[in-house]
């Protein structure tokens, strides 16, 4: 089965399940008891969706693959661009701060697969709860304006191959600290309300699963701060980037087709072609679907409608975390030396072994009569590769 079909069933199921367990309720929204204003109350629908094996089952697992499968990635990553890789370009820089990013969420989805497994039970804290939110969220948003340098980058390094490098290396670690600074201050609404929500029934209690609404004749003061946030994030820090990485990947297109060699501009452009598909795979499966549903669940809970998709929308904002498991995959296809340097340290070859091999290789010729290569005196045959 390949990927498209996986995941075409993977969204399909995870729309099934939310469309028959929401019916016609007010989607995740819970209002305080009247009788005990430390419980909170919520309709059939939402207390079935809480307890139904999609997001006991089918959610955790998903985060287990994260977890499994971004760790180490994103781990050998960041060690492949702090220790193996000598000459810093851009583009590391830039791969370099989305691995971290990607790092620095997979180390809390132990929380997320626990609170998942626990029937939805978050037994950590409110602290904890929003941590674990402004990491997810941070993490997304992080990985899409990190993406859009590496674009961006990619296309300046083909039409301006002689600019300065140490120069964009400067520009670089100022946008990477400009992001950083930019997603922690953004992050600042996540923690001013409360994320979690003690249930009547189920007796649970959940972490940015339940909206709680405290005046059900004005629902918006309840939820007016993450409606701003994710509007605002919506529109900056997902649509701007989305039009910018489309007009750099036209550009860099067009770059690649002017005053180049044949062989090389196939080269090139076919590295081209597989970093868009591979950016494309990651905005169509991650960031669009979420952030899609992101700004039209809350736009909804801002007028009190009803809400009979909320669990498709947090079908969405888990294969939003599958980012974490994409990205190195833009890494190996933009980056020749990493792919050379991953290789290195699974084979585990030191940096030192490899440059011998390196002068070693670069100091015989290949003799077409004996299929080997011999040194330049051609008196000696070395081994074969």
């Known amino acids: 089965m390949d990927f498209t079909r996986f995941l075409s ?3 399909v199921f995870c729309f099934f399940p939310a469309s028959n367990a929401t019916g016609q309720g007010r989607g995740f929204i819970g209002f305080v008891d009247p ?22 089952i089918v959610l955790p697992i998903i985060y287990i693959i994260v977890f499994v499968v971004g760790l180490p990635a994103n781990a050998m990553a960041i060690w ?3 220790f193996r890789t000598q000459k810093k370009h851009p583009s590391a820089i830039y791969m370099g701060n989305l ?11 132990p929380l997320k697969i626990a609170y998942h497994l626990n029937g939805n039970n978050w037994t950590y804290g409110e602290p904890l709860c ?15 304006l990190f993406i859009t340098c590496l ?3 990619r296309y300046w390094g083909v039409a301006h191959p002689l600019s300065q490098q140490r120069k964009n290396n400067k520009i670089a670690v100022g946008v990477c600290v400009a992001i950083w600074a930019f997603i922690w201050l953004t992050s600042t609404p996540l923690y001013l309300y409360d994320h979690t929500a003690k249930l009547k029934d189920p007796n649970i209690t959940t972490c940015h699963d339940v909206n709680i609404i405290y005046d059900p004749l004005n ?11 994710f509007i605002f994030m919506g529109l900056v820090v997902f649509l701007i980037p989305c039009i910018v990485i489309v007009v750099a990947y036209v550009l860099l297109l067009r770059a690649l087709g002017n005053n180049m060699e044949e062989s090389t501009a196939k080269k090139n452009r076919h590295r081209a072609v597989v970093l868009i598909i591979t950016v494309l795979v990651t905005f169509l499966v991650c960031f669009i679907p979420s952030n899609i549903m992101l700004v039209l669940h809350y736009s909804m809970l801002k007028v009190g409608e009803v809400n009979n998709g909320y669990g498709f929308y947090i079908a969405t904002l888990c294969l939003a975390s599958l980012n974490s498991c994409l990205d190195p995959f833009i890494y190996y296809f933009v980056s020749e030396d990493f792919r050379s340097h991953v290789k290195n340290t699974l084979l585990c070859r030191s940096s030192r072994t490899v440059e011998q091999m390196r002068v070693s290789f670069s100091s015989l010729k290949y003799s077409k009569k004996s299929k080997s290569y011999v040194s330049d005196s051609a008196n000696t045959q070395s081994s074969n590769c």
């Not at 109350?41 to 094996?53: E, F, G, M, Q, R």
């Not at 629902?219 to 946030?229: A, D, K, W």
């Open 219 to 229: 629902p918006f003061p309840s939820v007016q701060l993450p409606y701003y946030y």
């Open 80 to 82: 492949v661009f702090l």
């Open 9 to 11: 069933l993977l969204i």
């Open 35 to 56: 009788k005990d204003s430390g419980q909170v109350v919520v309709d059939k629908a939402t207390s079935d969706t809480l307890k139904s094996s999609f997001t006991t």
């Open 151 to 153: 674009s961006v980058q």
């Open 99 to 109: 691995a971290l990013a990607d790092l620095l969420f997979v180390i809390w989805t």
């Open 130 to 144: 929003k941590v674990l939110v402004s990491f997810f969220y941070g993490n997304m948003y992080c990985s899409i």
